[in-house]
């Protein structure tokens, strides 16, 4: 069964360079580095030789996730989406109650998380609170230094 997951159209592109990257480069060089080892003599006890090996398992397995989740990516129409409520792609102004801070995030898949330009993971504890929420409501949010309360202030497109 597929597992299908939404990406920006920047973020699949990320992901298919970083694949080029894996079979295009990588991939060779791995391969040089196993066919010099092999060229050493006996493999039994040849160290080289072996973390070679090593090195190319973990990077076919990478390749082989990076495959499936591009096989199965979709990008998402952000202008079909409902901006009356928080969802994913959207982008919300939260005011933090405790201190009055006011944040802007962009909610983003796992993969595209980046907190310092403002792109919150879907699966953080505050995401998950704001998930499907509206202007004005108020939402409780577990994070590592306890409960913190949030009021949404405004939910545009990024």
Known sequence: MSNIRYYTKEGLNKLKEELIELTTVQRPHISQQIAEARDKGDLS?????????????????????????????????????????????????????????????????????????????????????????SVGDVILATVPSGTVSFEIIEIFKA
């Open 45 to 133: 006890e040849n160290a080289e030789y072996h973390a070679a090996k090593e090195a190319q398992s973990y990077l076919e397995l990478k390749i082989t996730k990076l495959q499936d989740l591009i096989s199965n990516a979709r990008v998402a129409d952000e202008s079909k989406m409902d901006a009356s409520k928080v969802l994913l792609f959207a982008s919300v102004k939260i005011k933090n109650l405790s201190n009055d801070s006011i944040k802007t995030y962009t909610i983003v898949p796992e993969t595209e998380a980046d907190i310092k330009t403002g792109k919150l993971s879907v699966t953080s504890p505050i995401a998950k609170s704001l998930l499907g929420k």
